[in-house]
């Protein structure tokens, strides 16, 4: 594939335009994150969508938070993680079945700086769909590139050897440490506990809750005939509103430029549809986007 970055289409009318294949890709995969989308249904005024003119701010914010963690699960990159940098601009719509759905434009930045250096933005249009209280919210996201692609990659394969040479069982305590301090050694095992959660806080995010990663625990890899890298651990989920800790257990298998697999168990999470207190979910990445 082509290692080009594409323009950011922009969201609503705009014509036909010819898809090159990254962003066909990206748009073609996003549709797993939308379920049963109806065709041709792009534009909100086709399907019952009523623009709402009164949406609270923190609509904007948890819609791009959900498109960061899909998009950083997406690009299965431990370097190139992102985080929310601001919200540009958005608009919201809902339909009868008080569904979301929310265009909006943001910025983000390294979830690393590089001390000293000054950090380029990425802006990034996403289109998010939240389906009532559900879970999961749909995501089209595209983003300006912010890092050369051969930077990443060579990034992503010095965390790649690093991770290799560590001696088994990895015996690191918590992450960070009781002094709220991690280790610069164990940053790379952290960005990719990143990289898997990502995944999991994307498929918990809803309309109201939304997760961050504070601690990570119990890591254990695995040897792999393909020379993957074949990682288990425990991260605690903090759900901001509710001030809920979640413990999930992630079990991810990584090799640099191919796609990520992760499968999770998390424990304690109020499921609305679903009696008992775990949930469960696995997914593969189905191929890199190239134009990240
Ligand atoms: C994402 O894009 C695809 C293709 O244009 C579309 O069918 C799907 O409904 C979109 N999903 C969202 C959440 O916008």
């Known amino acids: 594939m082509q290692p080009r970055q594409q323009p950011l289409p ?7 335009r010819p898809l090159t294949p990254p ?41 791009a938070r959900a498109a960061l963690h899909f998009l950083n699960f997406r690009v299965g990159s431990p370097s190139a993680l992102r985080v929310l940098s601001s919200v540009q601009e958005g608009r919201a719509w809902v339909n009868s079945k008080k569904e979301s759905q929310v265009d909006l434009v943001f910025t983000t930045e390294r979830y690393h700086p590089e ?6 933005l990425s802006k990034c249009s996403a289109r998010v769909i939240f389906k009532n ?33 560590l001696k088994n069982p990895l015996d690191v ?29 994307w498929e918990k995010t809803t309309q109201f809750l939304h997760y961050y990663m504070v601690q990570l625990s119990g890591v254990k890899q695995w040897k792999t005939d393909d020379n993957a890298i074949d990682f288990d651990y425990t991260v605690l989920l903090h759900e901001f509103s509710t001030q809920e800790i979640i413990p999930c257990r992630i079990h991810l298998v990584w ?31 189905p191929t890199e986007l190239s134009n990240f």
């Not at 399907?47 to 904007?60: I, K, Y």
């Not at 879970?135 to 990443?152: D, L």
């Not at 191919?258 to 990445?285: F, I, R």
Request: glycine residues 10%.
């Open 255 to 285: 090799y640099p430029g191919k796609p990520l697999k992760v499968k999770y168990h998390c424990q304690g999470l109020q499921a609305p549809e679903e009696a008992s207190g775990t949930e469960e979910g696995s997914a593969v990445a």
């Open 173 to 201: 305590g918590s992450i960070p440490d009781s002094y709220g301090h991690i280790d610069p050694s164990l940053r790379p095992m952290w960005d990719l506990a990143f990289l898997g959660s990502s995944y999991v806080m």
């Open 115 to 120: 001390e000293g250096e000054e950090e380029p």
């Open 10 to 16: 922009a969201p609503g009318p705009g014509g036909p």
């Open 133 to 165: 209280e559900k879970p999961r919210p749909a995501i089209n996201v595209t983003c300006t590139r912010f890092m050369e692609k051969s930077e990443r990659q060579q990034a992503d394969y010095l965390l790649y050897k690093h991770m290799k040479q």
């Open 23 to 63: 962003l066909a890709l990206l748009l073609l995969l996003a549709l797993r994150g939308a379920g049963a989308a109806p065709a041709g249904s792009w534009e909100p005024e086709d399907s019952g969508w009523v623009q709402d003119a009164e949406f609270p701010s923190r609509l904007l914010q948890q819609a």
